[in-house]
């Protein structure tokens, strides 16, 4: 299966992982680093309501992300990260470690919300780590 990835709050962290394994030009077609609103917009075409109305941190822009990264890059998945990495950026609503995880199949889009605590780069690495294996379970599942 044919893989893209758009990362946000990860700065091409997890495309990094992913080619320091040999081969993985037979599986790794496109990674994007879509790290402002606007970026998601024109790339990823990730609607600009979305945006408004539940803002780049939320499951509906990691949904939108992981089904947009996967029609750009015409893979069989897309997989999709936007979060508050920190140490600034958090609110009430949205602290720091808040992390989507969208990752888009042939069949449907699931999205996972999660807290990742730490330094930035902890929560960089907590992304990066469960992002990919959010790819692995679904490899895994018959």
Known sequence: MKLAVAESCTGGLISHLITNLPGSSDYFVLGTIVYSNNAKMH????????????GAVSSECARAMAEGVKKVGA????????????????????????????????????VKEFRFTGSRLKIKEQTAYNALKMVLNYLKTP
Not at 43 to 54: C, P, Q, R, W, Y
């Open 43 to 54: 790339i990823l075409g990730v609607s600009k309501i979305i945006i408004e109305s539940f």
């Open 75 to 110: 893979g069989d998945l897309g997989l999709a990260v936007t979060g508050i990495a920190g140490p600034g950026g958090g609110s009430y609503a949205k602290p720091v470690g808040l992390v989507f995880i969208g990752l888009a199949t042939e069949k449907t889009t699931s």
